[in-house]
C-alpha cells in the first residue's frame, strides 16, 4: 500500500520571507534602546569632578543597534575605569537584558505572522 501526501508549504515559505524581511527592522530601534539604557547605567557609575568624562557617556546607532560611548578621547579615562570601574559596573546585566528584549522583538514578529 503506497501512500502519498502532499503538503503545501507556501505559507510556510511566505511567512518565513516576511519575518526575514521584518525582524531586522524590528530589532534595530531595541538594539539602540538597550545602548541608551546601558549608557545611563554607565554614566550613573561614572564619577563627576568637571562633569566631562559624564558627558563622553552615550548611546549612538549602529547597524543592527547601538553602541555605548565612553571617554572619547579623554586620557584619564581609561585610568577612572581602572581605578572605579564604572563602565564594568554599568554593562554588568546589559547582555542578559539585551537578550531578553531580542526574544520579546522576535516572539511579537513570530506572532503577527
Known sequence: MNLDVDVDTRRVVAGMQKLA?????????????????????????TPVRTGRLRRTVGAEPVDGGGQVTYGDALRYASVIEHRQHPVERGVAGSDRDYQTAMIRTAEQEVAAL
Open 21 to 45: 524581511r521584518n525582524l531586522p527592522r524590528a530589532i534595530e530601534p531595541v538594539g539602540y534602546e538597550q545602548a541608551r539604557r546601558t549608557a545611563t547605567t554607565v554614566a550613573g557609575f
